[in-house]
């Protein structure tokens, strides 16, 4: 069972925007930096998102992170088909002093 | 460029050991925490373990610890991770991912997985 809570799918129609949510608790997001990872069909995960809202070298900018308290989104502006994949979220758990994940969101482009 | 290579598709039985390899490159692999990341069939990601390399120091998941081992190589760059006794349950994707650090960072170099099928 993931400790972080994320809605199973989400869709939209090429160029709308699509958020997920992702809820956790004091011990991990509350006091941690939130991290988003993308996995393309039949590919590794790869990420998307650091450090809350920070976006690695080569992630388009349609893509953007936030947080407040012990949640975060993750917002995909002028959405594509390509970015039809699954997204999770993850944070460092401190009394698990390891890392946790979501457990993914399914995002569709009808 | 960072690349962690990963070995291939697995196919065991029950009871039967395994161990699966994580080749890195393009940096220096001792310098660096390198772990484990479980997807099971329709399910989320579930951290594994770690390993330093530089100095062998391991942390495990504690719904991993006692049922997996995780290990390394310097000479040839390479992480594993073993089981001494396969079961069903174990049948899942099977990524290794290499941290900015041990603590609050993200994974930002993956391999391309290896698929463990236990099956009698």
């Known amino acids: 069972q993931s400790v972080l809570t994320q809605p199973p799918s989400a869709s939209g129609t090429p160029g709308q925007r699509v958020t997920i949510s992702c809820s956790g608790s004091?011990?991990?997001?509350?006091?941690?930096?939130v991290n988003w990872y993308q996995r393309l069909p039949g590919t590794a995960p790869k990420l998307l998102i650091h450090?809350?809202?920070q976006r690695p070298s080569g992630v388009p900018d349609r893509f953007s992170g936030s947080k407040s308290g012990t949640s975060a989104s993750l917002a995909i502006s002028g959405l594509q088909s390509e970015d039809e994949a699954d997204y999770y979220c993850?944070?460092?758990?401190?009394?698990?002093?390891?890392?946790?994940f979501g457990g993914g969101t399914k995002v569709t482009v009808l | 460029e960072v690349q962690l290579v990963q070995s291939g598709a697995e196919v065991k039985k029950p009871g039967e050991s395994l161990k699966i390899s994580c080749k890195a490159s393009?940096?220096?692999?001792?310098?660096?925490?390198i772990g484990w990341v479980r997807q099971m069939p329709g399910k989320g990601l579930e951290w594994v373990a770690i390993?330093?390399?530089?100095?062998?120091?391991?942390r495990y998941s504690p719904s991993f610890r006692g049922q997996v081992t995780i290990s390394a190589d310097t000479s040839i760059s390479t992480a594993y991770l073993q089981w001494n006794s396969l079961k069903a349950s174990d049948t899942a994707m099977y990524y290794c991912?290499?941290?900015?650090?041990?603590?609050?960072?993200?994974?930002?170099?993956w391999g391309q997985g290896t698929l463990v099928t236990v099956s009698s």
């Open positions: 991912a290499r941290p900015q650090g041990y603590g609050d960072y993200p994974f930002d170099n």
């Open positions: 393009g940096y220096r692999f001792s310098t660096y925490w």
């Open positions: 390993i330093y390399p530089g100095d062998f120091d391991t």
């Open positions: 004091s011990s991990n997001i509350g006091s941690n930096t």
């Open positions: 450090r809350n809202n």
């Open positions: 993850a944070a460092w758990e401190d009394t698990l002093h390891g890392w946790i």
